[in-house]
């Protein structure tokens, strides 16, 4: 099954973007970038065009309708530094040139055959994909990190690993019909009562988060870790609402923030991820 929500691919969309526009990461970016899980690819064929980068990027995508979708996606626009192939991003990686890798790896956690979605399932603790991409080494990994998914071990493992956190974007999102899926929801519940699951009763936070390997480089990892704290203290994840003809609802629509890295300090000041940065409409 490939997985496709407008409001979070636009937002890996801008984090790839930003990537790809941040001068002192073109030194490594030079040698082309990895990507897991492309999908549809629309958002990094979105990111590169506004960019106008010409960093060449290599996606794998398990899924073969949606790596043929993605074929057909990148042919209709000028791109020459995009390819996606039928394959698995792991099997790749060991004798890939490449030293950056992106994506937005699945991280709905669900015990093992709980989960209505498995493709979309990230483990137990919904962080197992995004721990073993880091476990791969590379020297940059920009990656989407969920507040339900136990973002400060993903914190932490990235540490323990020789990463630090340089740069990332946070944006809030509501709960999908994925997130309510009994299985998930459930593990949730479990995964909030052990403090590594942040969230409010509609909605969490997602982050696009830039780890390098270097020792030299100033690690934000404990500002991003109380942002991401902040997404909220609910205990279960609340029912959808009625809407008024039937349809159900998650939070009420209106514009939220995205707090990006070089905001920490006010974000950290404020409290709460949704007080600083430029108010963007958000919704799943």
Known sequence: MSFYDKVESTFYGWCVERLLTTAEHGGCLAGGILEI???TAVPVVRALLRSGSDTRVHGFERDPGAAA?????IGLTPLRNYVVDEGDFFTAVPTAAQRCVIGNPPYLPAEPGTSCAPDLWGGPRGAE???D???CGLDLAMLIVSSIADPLGVLRFARDRGYSVTDWMVTPIR???FCRDAGVRARIGDLAGREQAFFAPHSYLIAGVTFVRD???RDQSAV???VLRAAGRASEVADPQPRAGGAVVGAPAGTERVVAGAQAGAAK???TAARAGTAQPVGR
């Open 37 to 39: 899980g492309s999908g």
């Open 269 to 271: 000041r404020a409290g």
């Open 133 to 135: 991409v880091l476990d």
């Open 69 to 73: 979708t993605a074929r057909r996606a």
């Open 129 to 131: 994909v995004t721990q």
């Open 224 to 226: 991003l870790g109380d």
């Open 175 to 177: 709960f999908g019909r």
């Open 215 to 217: 020792a030299g480089a």
